[in-house]
T-cell receptor, first 113, second 115 residues
């Protein structure tokens, strides 16, 4: 079956702009989580969605937001981009109720110039 | 306190040899899951192995095994018969049943397999 699909794979934006990243989970998976990976901070949790509801949020400023659609696809948005937002953004999907069974996508590499 | 600690920033192993990557964790939850992921330079996080806190036997997946020592709160990854394609970053991670579904990741270990 198809894995987790993240688009686009690469993105270059200018400071002050906004960006939207997309994540399509594995078919049947209703939980989607987002992570930011930087060399300095490592992998950090952004937020998790289930059935279009945000269930958990990490310690990120309000410029970072997300949503989930009825087909479980998720988007995250970063407004007023800063140089420090340059990172690999990873999405993971899971069937609810299982501690295991999370699958990550290939990520979107965002560069802010 | 760090939830996941990986103390080996970099490791080298000879091809065909076994290697152990260390991971210790910290949780007060009784129900949790421990994971190892491989991340090649392409960026994708590739699932390797999972161990549930209530699993009595150590998990194994092909050449990967997880040495789970609950009392010591350690979950070391053992890769047997290393291959050149095993060169990558390896992350230990944990999810707790009581505290949402987020992963806590370690800082990773960069493994280099030498021919």
């Amino acid at each position: 079956k198809a894995g987790v699909t993240q688009t686009p794979r690469y993105l270059i934006k200018t400071r002050g702009q906004q960006v939207t990243l997309s994540c399509s989970p594995i078919s049947g998976h209703r939980s989607v989580s987002w992570y930011q990976q930087t060399p300095g901070q490592g992998l950090q949790f952004l937020f998790e969605y289930f059935s279009e509801t945000q269930r958990n949020k990490g310690n990120f400023p309000g410029r970072f937001s997300g949503r989930q659609f009825s087909n479980s696809r998720s988007e995250m948005n970063v407004s007023t981009l800063e140089l420090g937002d340059s990172a690999l953004y990873l999405c993971a999907s899971s069937a609810l109720g299982r501690l295991g069974g999370y699958t990550f996508g290939s990520g979107t590499r965002l560069t802010v110039v | 306190a760090q939830k996941i600690t990986q103390t080996q920033p970099g490791m080298f192993v000879q091809e065909k040899e076994a290697v152990t990557l260390d991971c210790t964790y910290d949780t007060s939850d009784q129900s949790y899951g421990l994971f190892w992921y491989k991340q090649p330079s392409s960026g994708e996080m590739i699932f390797l192995i999972y161990q549930g806190s209530y699993d009595e036997q150590n998990a194994t997946e092909g050449r990967y095994s997880l040495n789970f020592q609950k009392a010591r709160k350690s979950a070391n990854l053992v890769i047997s018969a290393s291959q050149l394609g095993d060169s990558a970053m390896y992350f230990c991670a944990m999810r707790e049943a009581s505290f949402g579904n987020q992963f806590y990741f370690g800082t990773g270990t960069s493994l280099t397999v030498i021919p």
